[in-house]
């Protein structure tokens, strides 16, 4: 935004300024909050009744549903339980790269196995993803593609090589570039380019060649882009989308993408901050998640089958005026990468969200790379141990 998974190529007037560069972000605002209205509280219900909705456990008060718990983002939502560490129904659990068992009342119990690394998937180790598909890709303003590894806090780019997809012309007129990003188990990179054009890259060289995705489906036109697992556990994965037309990008529908297929089906409107649709980034966990930026910035995760937001987190000061983003979940936290207008000139910036805390670090100042898509495929780790 130059865009979630995705980035995409905005220029935005100096007039749009961030928390902490002249917008205030109310102190009551900052960290995890829920959000209230719609699909989460309301809805009729009996006496001592609960439910699970977003990962927030709800529990019937005056006849209405009450947000009474907030899972964490590595936790799952049971009922009767509350927040578990894990279910007790599956016998057993991944913890970072190692099997371990699930006790009886959703704690981790004894460790089973060891996998290889990053390899544990839904309690077992797995055999199915494909070699680089833990990592972090993104392609910068310069077409290049990059892996990031944030494992370890090292934060490491790697330079694969330089983008030569043969994208046609630009919606805007002129030559197309890269505009957003997503990564599926094979560690396939699925780039679209703003001629609305999607190529599959190669991971490893760099390499390019055409998806076959038609472009203007149901009037989405350029997008945001994120891969998530249809269950938790599960080596099936959907497709999302986030956006509409070019020349709007404030309007932000969902669609779902069966990879096999290419077909997009709108499922409805996002909830839009002040300047543009959400970069997407899944998880193997089932979880669809949105970066927003705009004067007042969030995280927020997105249900699947509505569009609706059911938990968010906000953000303050990201360095200043976004003239570019990013978004990636990886090992439980999310990284944003932002090129923001600082003074009259750009600066390359790399912040790591811990939804556990409510707290953006930058982790990377002055990056060499100003990111344009970042996309990250359903094998990377949910939760590092």
């Known amino acids: 935004m130059w865009h979630s998974s995705s980035s995409r190529l905005v220029k935005l007037s100096l007039g749009l300024v961030l928390a902490g560069s002249g917008c205030a972000v109310e102190d009551g605002d900052r960290g995890n909050d829920i959000t209230t209205g719609g699909p989460m509280e309301g809805d009729r219900c009996r006496s001592g009744e609960k439910r699970c909705q977003g990962g927030a456990l709800q529990s019937c008060s005056g006849g209405s549903f009450q947000t009474s718990q907030v899972c964490g983002v590595a936790q799952i939502c049971d009922p009767g339980r509350g927040c578990l560490d894990c279910s007790p129904v ?21 460790e089973k196995e060891t996998c290889q690394p990053l390899s544990c998937r839904g309690g077992k180790c797995s055999t199915v993803c494909s070699p680089g598909s833990e990592l972090i890709y993104v392609v910068d303003t310069d077409n290049r593609l990059l892996s990031f590894n944030p494992r370890d806090g090292k934060y490491e780019y790697k330079l694969i090589g330089t983008l030569s997809c043969p994208a046609g012309t630009a919606f805007s007129g002129g030559r197309a570039t890269p505009f957003s990003m997503a990564v599926d188990r094979t560690a396939r990179a699925w780039v679209l380019y703003s001629s609305g054009e999607i190529f599959w890259v190669n991971t490893v060289d760099g390499s390019c060649k055409p998806s076959g995705f038609a472009r203007r489906q149901n009037g989405f036109e350029t997008f945001g882009m994120g891969f998530v697992s249809n269950a938790e556990g599960s080596e099936n994965e959907t497709l999302f989308l986030a956006g509409g037309p070019y020349d709007n990008q404030r309007v932000a529908n969902l669609a779902s993408v069966d990879p096999k297929v290419l077909m997009v089906n709108k499922i409805g409107s996002l909830q839009l901050s ?9 998880t193997g966990k089932g979880e669809l998640y949105g970066y927003y930026p705009g004067s007042a910035p969030f995280v927020g995760q997105i249900d699947k089958s509505s569009a609706a937001t059911v938990r968010r987190w906000s953000l303050g000061s990201m360095g200043g005026t976004p003239s570019g983003w990013a978004f990636a979940h990886w090992g439980g936290r999310f990284y944003i990468f932002i090129t923001a207008v600082v003074g009259a000139a750009d600066r390359s910036m790399v912040f790591e969200f811990d939804p556990a805390t409510g707290k953006a670090t930058e982790v990377k100042t002055n990056a060499s790379y100003k990111v344009v898509g970042a996309g990250v495929s359903t094998c990377a780790p949910v939760i590092i141990g």
């Not at 599956?90 to 004894?110: A, E, F, R, Y």
């Not at 002040?274 to 899944?282: F, M, R, Y």
């Open 90 to 110: 599956l016998p057993t659990t991944c913890v970072g790269d190692k099997v371990h068992t699930c006790n009886s009342n959703g704690t981790i119990g004894d």
């Open 274 to 282: 002040a300047q543009s649709s959400p970069e997407l980034t899944g």
